[in-house]
């Protein structure tokens, strides 16, 4: 006799490798054997289906055997040092009285995991089928099968892949047995699939996403359902053949570490990750400031100038330009018109990686209507020894070279100074020079907008605009009375107004904000404005400010800025007070209006979200504070990305933005830029995005496409550790979210004041004066919006310019729109939140319930103590802070955050694609009647839902202050006269005896406890709230 365990899979197991996931294997032990299945890495829902047979020595003392079944995490796996290698993740004891007698009646059952000792920490159920093989029943179920046998898993042990020696021990194979039993009932159009087949679906299981958990039975007929429950409950069986789905617990499972919107890690040879000996020789091929990236070799040719060329044309003109030829790759300079001694100045990179030539041409050549004439060359040598250049060496300096003809003859005239060398992208060349990579654009625009750069941000400064008030208004229009006036204030494209006042000398005192950016090119334009008609608005007089000292002043220190009088102009346009101002035109009258202005620099200017900004300093240079570190970032390259593609990397932090070279058609670009930047504030967030460069072929209104955005968070980096992984790229579409690649960066935090860096936690995020003088949320809404336009129209001036919808892309304009999918991520943040809460509420009352009696007897215990000895209350607080703390620090996270696909509601199964069509609406809308009606009737639903809860949080509050109210005359009766027994009752009693009564009252056993409401409670929902006197 035989005792067969079939472990199918578990669900929803305990996270023990620091990043979410552990590596599940099961042991199963029975009668002193012991074997286990093989390990699931990476899987919180491990699938094993996988069989242990076992021998039963004495048939009768089967049902006095238990079968201990328990779950273990790996540690090998993901630490080959670890003093324990194996990690108790539960564990389930089954009696074998209880196991089914044959393959037949056997059933799959769902045991939840129990707990090994008190402090254990087990989540999650395993399923489990258990049955008893005779030795008499062994050819029956054998022969019941005529179809291809199913092969055992691939990687089950040893001894059960091996087949057996002869036919007789293969037809009693226990795995071939209960196997068989399963595919007894089936049409041979659905039994296994022959070996081979079987084996390579085996294969191919870790590749795929694991099918819906699918066992077949065979049992006797019944009409009776079949229940998927999570306790070992044995339900009908179903009838033969029928399919039984056994559903996983509620809630969204959890994702494996290795899916595709998976961090993954890699080891790239950088000099900054390798040992003291590598990195020595690293850095005879690299400088030492690019020990973030991998060294990329790259043949140069600087092409200066020319000499002496020889005229080619009956007319003794010469129009020339150099060709410069490595195999298959030509890089060509601009032409020079008539000019026998021109001066290019252009330097070509070409990548040795892809470089198969065995020599390098330099050719002059005559620019022509019909066909280019040839004037020379210089061939060189690819095997010989070329210099190689290692910055910081000074540039290797050019020499003149004679041309030759086609034959190699010298020639008698022309000469080309040339400089060849071998470098890497440390060169001082390489931002400038033209990329092999970018050998088929054709337009100098194009090619201009493939070259790596580096932009700054504009410096902006809030202006602040105080209109005061206004004397001797003057109407335009003689013997009509003034109307009602306005001040418009304007600068740029912002545009405020004041309220209307009704007199001549009227008095506004209100204040604005605006954005400028240095240098400021744009006035302020005050214009006071009288309101004729509705819709008609008549100027009274303007004038017309220099954004600059002594006209305006600046405010580093918030102190008060004294108000000025400033006449107003009849003049209507900026040019005729330009005039007026020229010619000094003086009047004996003018009307009059009281402003203050301030160049606010205490201010630091938003121009991104506060959630993820990355610079927090004043505007005013002497209030910034010194540097605390150093951040490096290396653009190693990108995998996966869709055909087709030019693709161009884009890293912003502070006010420095960063762009790579573009990449021509490739989907697995290698860039290999290091880019560094000066921390302020180690709470700053990094920005890298990745796009399709649209303007290769030149100007056209083509826009560059997003491929997709990482952020990484500086606090959460360690110092001095190179971070290298695969960010997964991914992009939010009205279809849903795809993955459109993967990102590979190094990054790397090196502090240079600890000190400084440690007191900051205790410093406000933002500068002094937004606390001493705080900008209203919607005001700051409206200044950020302006600043990122600013923003995007000063680097769109830029050459080559970085595009409006870069730079929008990059700063997050539209994220202050609504969003349905937004909504509901926020609002699981917030239940996610309370969850701890909860779990501490539940425990609390599973210790009131006494469900697990030693936890609880422990309880009383230390609330006794705590009771006894009132001091011990906060050091033990603090202490269990600590312990917990220590304790989570091994499974600390070991990889940045990225965006998580699940908490930010994306994932198709998570989303309607309606409400990602609103998401990705225009504002207005520019949908049909019908499709804003539904989405309007929606939205009343989902506020309606809201709108209750906030009654119900109101009426709670309001029944809380009725106890006082004497709204309620009886209750608020009962309440004050308890009120003065309980305020006596605790003068007289001492304090700990009142604690340990209250406190053995709520921890008091089931049996003493009623299951009807308590009094209290009953009290409080009596009391009457304001919701009975709503419309």
Request: positive net charge.
């Amino acid at each position: 006799m035989k005792l067969a365990v079939e472990i199918s899979d578990a669900c929803d197991l305990a996270p023990k490798d620091g990043a979410g996931a552990c590596n599940a294997f099961v042991e199963v032990e029975f009668d002193g054997q012991k074997q286990r299945t093989p390990t699931k890495p990476a899987d919180r829902s491990p699938q094993w289906n996988h069989t242990l047979v076992f021998e039963v020595s004495d048939p009768g003392r089967v049902s006095s055997l238990p079968v201990d079944v328990s779950v273990h995490h790996d540690r090998s796996l993901s630490d080959h040092h670890a003093a324990r290698p194996h990690t108790f993740l539960g564990r389930v004891r089954i009696s074998a009285a209880s196991v089914a007698p044959s393959p037949q009646e056997a059933v799959l059952q769902r045991y939840p995991l129990e707990k090994r000792g008190l402090f254990s920490r087990v989540s999650g159920d395993i399923a489990l089928r258990l049955y008893l093989i005779t030795d008499h029943a062994d050819a029956a179920p054998a022969s019941a099968a005529p179809g291809p046998v199913p092969v055992p898993d691939p990687a089950d042990n040893r001894q059960q892949q091996q087949p057996p020696a002869d036919p007789v021990a293969a037809a009693l194979n226990p795995i071939r047995i209960a196997r068989a039993a399963f595919a007894a009932g089936e049409p041979e159009s659905r039994q296994q699939p022959p070996l081979e087949s079987a084996a390579g679906e085996s294969r191919g299981h870790d590749q795929q996403q694991p099918p819906p958990r699918v066992f077949r039975s065979v049992g006797a007929s019944s009409d009776q359902p079949r229940r998927a429950t999570l306790h070992a409950v044995a339900a009908p069986p179903p009838p033969p053949g029928q399919t039984v789905v056994m559903p996983r617990p509620p809630g969204p499972a959890p994702a494996p570490a290795g899916s595709e919107f998976g961090l993954v890690e890699t080891k790239p040879p950088l000099p900054a990750k390798m040992g003291p000996r590598a990195a020595a020789a690293a850095t005879a091929k690299i400088a030492s400031t690019y020990d973030m990236v991998e060294p990329m070799s790259y043949l140069y040719v600087s092409v200066v100038k020319a000499r002496d060329l020889p005229t080619m044309d009956i007319t003794g003109a010469l129009d020339p330009y150099v060709e410069v030829k490595v195999g298959n790759f030509k890089g060509v300079t601009r032409h020079k018109e008539k000019n026998h001694d021109p001066v290019w100045r252009q330097t070509f990179a070409f990548s040795r990686e892809h470089l198969q030539a065995s020599q390098l041409e330099v050719l002059v050549k005559d620019k022509d209507l019909v066909k280019d004439d040839f004037v020379g060359r210089v061939v060189f040598d690819m095997s010989s020894d070329i210099p190689t250049r290692v910055p910081p060496d000074s540039p290797l300096a050019p020499q003149w070279y004679r041309l030759s003809d086609r034959n190699g003859d010298k020639l008698r005239h022309g000469e080309i100074m040339l400089a060849v060398w071998i470098g890497t992208q440390a060169d001082e060349a390489f931002p400038e020079a033209w990329h092999s990579d970018a050998h088929s654009v054709s337009s100098l625009e194009g090619l201009a907008s493939t070259r790596s750069k580096v932009y700054y941000s504009p410096k902006l400064i809030y202006l602040k605009v105080m209109a005061i008030a206004a004397q001797d208004l003057v109407p335009n229009e003689k013997g009509r009375p003034l109307a009602p006036c306005v001040v418009k204030i304007q600068l740029g494209g912002q545009t405020r107004r004041t309220r209307p006042q009704g007199s001549a000398n009227p008095a506004w005192n209100e204040e604005f904000m605006f954005v400028a950016a240095e240098p400021f090119d744009e006035p302020l334009v005050v214009t006071v404005e009288e309101k004729v008609a509705a819709g008609r608005d008549e100027p009274v007089g303007r004038v017309i400010i220099p954004v600059a000292a002594p006209y305006v002043p600046r405010n580093d220190l918030a102190k008060s800025i004294e108000a000025k009088w400033f006449s107003l102009s009849t003049v209507l346009t900026a040019d005729e007070a330009a005039a007026s101002e020229a010619t000094k035109l003086k009047t004996s009258f003018a009307s009059k209006i009281h402003l203050r202005l301030s160049l606010e620099t205490a201010y630091h200017v938003l121009d991104e979200s506060t959630h993820y900004c990355s610079d927090l300093q004043p505007a005013a240079k002497k209030l910034r504070k010194s540097p605390i570190g150093i951040l490096e970032l290396g653009i190693l390259g990108a995998r996966n990305l869709a055909p087709g593609k030019s693709p161009y990397g884009v890293a912003k932090y502070g006010v420095k933005w960063v762009r790579t070279r573009t990449l021509l058609g490739t989907v697995a670009p290698r860039w290999n830029e290091q880019y560094t930047w000066e921390v302020f504030d180690v709470c700053t967030v990094v920005t890298v995005a990745v796009f399709d460069n649209c303007h290769l072929a030149g100007g056209g209104d083509a826009k560059d496409q997003r491929i997709g955005k990482v952020r990484v968070r500086l606090s959460t980096l360690e110092t001095d550790r190179v971070y290298t992984h695969f960010y997964p790229l991914m992009a939010l579409t009205p279809g849903g979210l795809k993955k459109t690649g993967e990102l590979h960066l190094a990054v790397r935090f090196t502090c240079t004041a600890w000190a400084n860096m440690l007191a900051m936690y205790g410093k406000p995020l933002l500068p002094k004066m937004h606390y001493t003088n705080p900008i209203s949320v919607l005001q700051m809404d409206y200044l950020r919006f302006q600043a990122m336009q600013m923003v995007a129209a000063r680097l769109g001036r830029a050459e080559p310019p970085l595009h409006r919808e870069v730079v929008e892309y990059m700063l997050d304009v539209d994220s202050h729109m609504f969003s349905l999918r937004r909504s509901k991520a926020n609002f699981k943040r917030m239940t996610s939140l309370f969850s701890g809460a909860v779990a501490v509420a539940h425990w609390m009352e599973g210790i009131r319930r006494w469900k697990n009696p030693v936890t609880t007897i422990l309880v009383h215990v230390l609330f006794l103590i705590l009771v006894c000895y009132p001091e011990l209350i906060l050091p033990t607080v603090f202490l269990y802070l600590f312990v917990i703390g220590v304790w989570n620090y091994r499974r600390r996270p070991r990889k940045p955050a990225h965006m998580d696909t699940v908490l930010s509601n994306a994932e198709k199964e998570l989303v309607h694609q309606d409400e990602l069509d609103e998401e990705f609406d225009t504002f207005p809308t520019s949908k049909s009647s019908e499709v804003v009606r539904m989405r309007y009737d929606r939205l009343r639903s989902v506020a309606g839902r809201v709108q209750t809860v906030v009654g119900d949080l109101a009426t709670q509050g309001e029944r809380a202050q009725a106890l006082l109210s004497w709204r309620d005359p009886r209750a608020t009766s009962i309440f004050v006269v308890l009120s003065l027994i309980v305020a006596v009752v605790l003068y007289v009693t001492p304090f700990q005896v009142v604690a340990v009564v209250l406190g053995l009252y709520l921890l008091r056993h089931p049996r003493f406890r009623s299951k009807q409401p308590s009094v209290p409670f009953n009290f409080y929902k009596r009391l009457p709230a304001k919701s009975d006197v709503l419309l």
